[in-house]
């Protein structure tokens, strides 16, 4: 009888001693929750286990994932971390531990389940200067592998930081105060992972961990990824000079100055509403108010080794001939350059007839910027001097019999985008005109009249238009509005394809035209008569928005130009309201596509209640 209970007394003893150990009491519970490590997945071999309400997590995986050296002594059972110059020691089945000869408190005890060491989460951040969030799906960590570097950072002139960061390899800033330094109107939201950016020149999404961002609906890949660390993002000098187009010197005693161009507007921004205008009337009928040529170069759009093989191209051309004194021209052009070095572009025209000619009247305007801001830096910039009529006027070029020249030239830096308009006279005094009107990109000292007129292939991958039409403003009488009615909205549009520059209605051979729905470098001029029957000084409220799609542009309301910020397809609308005094009024209304979408402005007027 006392041999067994002996042997009752060591069964119960070894089997303590296995829960103790391995940890498959009835206590524990697998739980399925991933861990998130400074922004990725963490991939362990054994999932995280609940004790007595409490969250363990296997220790050795986190610990290496930040960097650590974990060794593990099988006969004491204990675990030695080495970080920097942190040393931590920890038991299995031990409730203490020691961070450099000092003693902690766990909130559990470390235990072996499935032959691995699982700790308290909140050890984690003890131990490993890491923050350590449990969001009841999952468990996330940060933690900086950033270390203070000599020198401070001005942003525009204004110190921003006492000391950059470092890696050990590239120096990081902290975003917040470089945003608050850029633009004093700066707001943002966060995420877990995400930061969304609200600027007064736009928007921009960024994720930690990941080099790619969205600035105004386009995708933009940073050369470094931004970290987060608790409520701090750092972003690398390279990453604030890809996105924003900095300028980087650095002083002796190693501080960086960050020089970021902010576009400034003469004419104010229209406020933004979070709500999408009516469904707008065809107006089918507009007329042509002008005869000038209008040539748009925009594809192929992004300038490659592969949609410019040879280094230079013709980019688009307007081949002119016919018994006439004087030709009005415009051009309108948009390219980003990604050949990977320094790279001209230019208008040029080629002299192909028996006499002299010469280009009169060259008034126009250009812009280059990083392409992650090209509606503020270009788009907008480029419409506001049309509506404007501030476009810089340059001297006239003569053009010999047989010989080219060049009427415009414009370096353009790698991953720089370039944006111009330009109007144009060509004269002739006698005989039949035969010039070409040429684009051209050449990345060497080339002359300009050898690049051949052979048109770049187009690229369908990015229908972005090509081509030449007759007329540069639109012009159409809109239905009178009368006051108090029904919110009403209109566009130029011909009802189907809404294509009033079609590949149909060019003057360019249709195998080397591209569609301009939108109608990239023309102006609309609308007429609207307002009707007032109610014998009170009323107010209308015009919104403007892009037809299912996003948009950006300028407007002149009765002499007086505003600028349409950047809005998101369908759910946006920009809006003016107006004071209608009189029975009769009439609006003037000029417009100027600055961006977006592929389709056209629309328009909607009602009365404000």
């Excluded at 470092?166 to 109107?185: E, F, M, Q, S």
């Excluded at 939201?189 to 961990?209: F, K, N, V, W």
Aim: neutral net charge.
């Amino acid at each position: 009888m006392f041999k067994k209970m002996i042997t009752y007394v060591l069964v119960a003893f070894i089997s303590f001693l296995t829960m103790a150990t391995s940890a498959e009491a009835t206590n524990v519970r697998t739980v399925r929750i991933p861990i998130i490590s400074n922004g990725k997945v963490l991939q362990t071999d054994t999932s995280p286990i609940m004790v007595n309400n409490r969250i363990l997590v296997p220790f050795r995986a986190i610990a290496q994932s930040t960097g650590a050296n974990v060794f593990w002594n099988a006969n004491t059972k204990q675990v030695t971390v080495q970080k920097n110059k942190k040393v931590i020691f920890l038991t299995v089945q031990s409730s203490t531990a020691t961070i450099n000869d000092q003693t902690v408190t766990l909130d559990a005890p470390p235990i072996i389940y499935k032959g691995r060491t699982l700790v308290p989460i909140r050890f984690i951040a003890e131990a490993l200067d890491a923050n350590v969030q449990w969001t009841g799906k999952e468990v996330r960590l940060s933690w900086s592998t950033l270390q203070t570097s000599a020198g401070a950072v001005y942003v525009n002139e204004t110190k921003i930081t006492n000391n950059a960061m470092t890696d050990g390899v590239y120096t990081y800033l902290p975003l917040k105060k470089l945003l608050t330094a850029i633009d004093v109107n700066v707001d943002w939201i966060e995420t877990d992972e995400t930061m969304r950016i609200r600027l007064s020149r736009g928007q921009m999404t960024i994720t930690a961990g990941k080099k790619q961002l969205v600035v105004d609906d386009h995708e933009i890949v940073a050369p470094l990824a931004p970290i987060r660390l608790n409520d701090e993002w750092y972003v690398s000098a390279s990453w604030v000079m890809t996105v924003f187009g900095a300028q980087m010197t650095r002083n002796g005693n190693n501080d960086l100055y960050f020089s970021i161009p902010r576009t400034t507007f003469r004419s104010p921004l229209l406020p933004i509403t979070e709500a999408p205008i009516t469904v707008p009337q065809h107006v089918t009928t507009p007329s042509m108010a002008d005869g000038r040529r209008l040539l748009i170069s925009d594809n192929p759009e992004v300038l490659t080794a592969t949609t410019v093989p040879l280094g230079q191209a013709t980019l688009a051309l307007d081949d002119v001939q016919g018994s006439f004194q004087a030709m009005d021209h415009r051009v309108f052009g948009w390219h980003v350059n990604n050949l990977g070095t320094r790279v001209t572009v230019a208008m040029i025209i080629d002299n192909r007839s028996a006499n002299d000619i010469i280009v009169t009247n060259i008034k126009g305007t250009y812009r280059t910027s990083p392409n992650s801001w090209g509606y503020y830096d270009v788009g907008l910039p480029l419409a506001e001097a049309i509506l404007r009529q501030s476009l810089a006027t340059a001297q006239a070029v003569e053009v010999k019999a047989g010989t080219s020249a060049v009427i415009q030239a414009f370096d353009v830096s790698n991953n720089q985008l370039l944006g111009f308009l330009y109007d144009f006279t060509v004269q002739q005094e006698s005989g039949i005109a035969n010039y070409r009107i040429r684009t051209v990109v050449t990345s060497a000292a080339a002359n300009f009249s050898t690049i051949s007129p052979t048109l770049a292939p187009i690229d369908s991958y990015a229908t972005h238009p090509r081509g030449v039409w007759k007329g540069t403003t639109l012009e159409a009488t809109l239905p009178t509005y009368t006051i108090d009615g029904e919110p009403v909205a209109y566009s130029i549009s011909n009802g189907k394809t809404d294509h009033l520059l079609s590949v149909a209605n060019a003057l360019s051979h249709p195998s080397e035209t591209v569609h301009n729905p939108g109608h990239y470098g023309l102006t609309y001029r609308l007429s609207l008569p307002i009707q007032n029957e109610t014998g009170e000084i009323k107010t209308i409220r015009l919104r403007f928005s892009g037809r299912g799609g996003a948009y950006c542009g300028a407007v002149k309301i009765n002499g007086v130009v505003y600028l349409i910020p950047p809005l998101q397809p369908i759910t946006q609308s920009a809006y003016i309201d107006y004071t209608v005094f009189s029975n009769q009024d009439v609006l003037s209304l000029e417009l100027m596509h600055a961006g977006g979408a592929a389709l056209p402005l629309g328009v909607e007027v009602s009365t404000v209640k």
